[in-house]
């Protein structure tokens, strides 16, 4: 008998760390143009002038419509709902009754009736699950990633980043371009066309999130670039914008907190069998027989600031007691040059014997749930999650967790690379063999 939700799945296959870390998922995929002139100077113009990204394909897109909409939110959410409203938007982080993380994505409030979530889509199922189990007032309405909605995508979603994105967007407007204060929304036209626009940063340089009905798409994007050719702007490709995030600090996709408890044993019992919290992978050399091993807390993220005891939400009890306690907190580990370039010869000209996990770049995550061992001392002590390069930046560098004792600026680690026993049975992982690469701890953002 095939298994038809996830916690079928779960008994049949047994140990749930040893079933994901030979998940067939590789890294969440984006859907759009790879490159449109070369990743490089892509990369650079986020820096140095302005850059386009078409984001109307890749993110899920769930409304919820009706009284309870907002009240909803502030039940699964950690953040404070006391000022949020229309034209507002937030970081919505979700977290279990024991005070692990779900996921994070962003929340727009479209009205004072109806907000949406943008984003990877563990957020927007977990929020559709407690409005239906919940008896909320709210009408719900999917706008699934286009590989997965034969209907269509109801809006188009550019993002503008960059020193020059403002002044563009402005020239579009008419010189009419609202005053639009940080995760605040703004409305005007472009090319005649009503829009709305996130003030929203990517890369943690200035810009916009600008979406509007999907028919008026080409009209808004030639106007953007028309705006933009004297100002340099270059559109960007899949490539390039998977190492946003990178540069900014947003870890991004982590493992959902779901896969064990009772209290979570209804959820996987309404997600598929086929959905990504199953098919998803863990990839990398941190290796635990316990799933709950991969399993963060907002601290781990970078989020502790958002957490507000203002409000009644899922997993309030377990944050509040567990708040004081030391924490992992989210740093940057700076590769050395030497060992990069060592890294990346080896796997492509050694043998199968010898050589190392293949450094792909400019991203190199092969896995849905990237986790890699970082050691001081040689013990364990915090995961690097994101690998890649960024010229911003002109080195290698990852984007992880390190226990709170041992973060120091400056402090020099090791990063375990590639998997054991010659790697998993993940489609993405090619036979290598395990190599450590030197890197330096950083508390701010490289670049």
């Not at 984001?55 to 000022?83: C, E, W, Y």
């Not at 279990?96 to 109806?114: K, M, Q, R």
């Not at 990346?344 to 050589?355: I, K, P, Q, T, V």
């Not at 890649?388 to 990852?398: D, L, R």
């Amino acid at each position: 008998m095939v298994a038809a939700s996830l916690e079928e799945l779960i008994q049949e296959r047994g140990n749930v760390a040893h079933m994901l870390r030979n998940g067939t998922m590789a890294a969440f995929p984006f859907p759009m143009r790879s490159e449109y002139s070369n990743w490089r100077d892509e990369q650079r113009a986020w820096k140095t002038s302005a850059v386009l990204f078409d984001q109307s394909h890749h993110m899920t897109d769930v409304s919820f419509k009706g009284p309870d909409a907002i009240r909803l939110m502030s039940r699964i959410g950690v953040n404070s709902f006391a000022a949020f409203g229309k034209n507002k938007a937030k970081q919505l982080v979700a977290c279990t009754e024991d005070g692990h993380v779900i996921g994070d994505a962003v929340l727009f409030g479209l009205d004072d009736d109806e907000v949406s979530i943008v984003g990877p889509p563990f957020v927007s199922r977990w929020a559709e699950y407690q409005a239906e189990i919940g008896g909320w007032d709210v009408t719900v309405t999917r706008d699934d990633a286009t590989p997965l909605n034969p209907l269509g995508r109801k809006n188009f979603r550019f993002q503008l980043q960059g020193p020059a994105a403002m002044g563009i967007v402005s020239a579009t407007a008419g010189g009419s371009l609202p005053d639009i204060k940080p995760f605040h929304i703004g409305e005007f036209r472009i090319a005649g066309r009503p829009v709305r626009a996130l003030n929203h940063s990517m890369s943690k340089r200035a810009g916009l999130e600008i979406w509007g009905p999907v028919a008026d798409g080409p009209a808004v994007l030639t106007a953007l670039l028309e705006a933009g050719a004297p100002h340099g702007l270059r559109q960007a490709g899949a490539i390039a914008y998977s190492t946003t995030a990178l540069e900014s600090g947003w870890i991004g996709v982590q493992l959902p907190a779901i896969y064990t408890g009772a209290a979570m044993k209804g959820y996987r019992e309404w997600l598929p069998a086929t959905g990504p919290e199953a098919m998803g992978s863990i990839g990398g050399s941190f290796v635990s027989d316990r799933i709950e091993d991969y399993y963060t807390t907002p601290w781990d993220l970078g989020y502790g600031a958002l957490v507000k005891f203002d409000h009644d939400f899922i997993g309030r009890a377990a944050l509040e007691e567990s708040q004081r306690r030391p924490h992992r907190r989210k740093v940057w580990f700076r590769w050395n040059a030497d060992d990069s370039a060592r890294v990346m010869r080896s796997g492509l000209l050694d043998d199968e014997a010898h050589r190392a996990k293949y450094l792909q770049a400019p991203y190199a995550v092969y896995s849905t749930w990237p986790a890699d061992s970082v050691l001081v001392d040689g013990k364990v002590a915090g995961i690097a999650i994101r690998t890649g390069y960024t010229t911003n930046v002109g080195s290698w560098y990852s984007l992880g967790i390190l226990d709170e004792a041992y973060v120091q600026n400056g402090r020099e680690v090791t990063i375990v690379w590639g998997e054991e026993d010659g790697g998993t049975r993940k489609p993405a992982v090619e036979r290598h063999a395990q190599t450590s690469v030197r890197a330096v701890v950083s508390t701010t953002r490289l670049g």
